[in-house]
């Protein structure tokens, strides 16, 4: 296995690209670790033609740690889903295999990965690696791009960092949704605990690097003990210092590519196609991380 940067920025390395491996077959612990050490250096690893299934990528991402099951589930009827609840379906695709129509609820809720975001920040222990494979792919557009948060920290001002240092955000698939323009009712009453905010510490340590990271995300909706307006007009600035140009990279997907990014230390987002004409079957599969990041706020 050989790894060799496609980007780097001030801080260093950020997406690497893998060669000389085949992730479809059963893996030595030599070469999880080897995989483990490239993502812990660089924060996205770009793998192309692994012809994986769902069985076969669930497998691999099980070298990580243990899955996450998608929130998609949570929010959709099982007998309406496409993948297993594993997979988180990140198509244009219905049950039948059908493109999704233009007022279809799933795709409109979809549209909330066109915000940066970091996996399952809404969740009080958040997602670690995610991991995405792209089986079809459409003729134009559809890219992903990352921003390395660990360089977007490593670029702040003194007085910046000193502010931030111990401050603690709530993040809601809520606040994020609220964004695209969907109301907390749209939930119905049985979502309304999965909407519940969850607290995160803003600025990160990686747990092997010691490297830190600012911890930002669309499902960011305040800041505890700051009023509101004043947070969301923070978090703001906070995303476009760091999202800049040269703090991030645009996948172009071929077929067969597997991306890994570690939720931990990144952002991403998806970017537009024509999603009413062209399949884009891509299938995320998502492996938990292993502790909160700041205490919860205690039950009213
Ligand atoms: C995801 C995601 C972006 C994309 O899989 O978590 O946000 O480009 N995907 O589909
Ligand atoms: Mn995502």
Redesign the pocket.
Known sequence: MNITPLTQNVSGDFVGEVSGIDLTAPLSEAAVAAIEAGMDHYAVLVFHDQQFDDDSQLAFTRCFGELEVSSGGEMSKPEERRLKLEM?D?SNLDRNNQLRAANDRVRLI?LG??LW?S?ASFRAIPAKY?L?SARIVPGKG????FADMRAAYDALDGATKAQIEDLVTEHSNAFSREMIGFPAEAYGADNQDKLRPVRHRLVRTHPVTGRKSLYLSAHIGSIVGWPVPEARAFIRDLMEHATQPEFTYA?A?RPWDLVIWDNRTTM????RYDDLHDI?D?R?S?VRGDAMTAPQAQAA
């Open positions: 988180a990140i979809a990965n066109r975001h996996d995610s995405l559809g890219n992903t791009e996948h997907w991403h987002r998806a970017r884009r891509m995320r998502t």
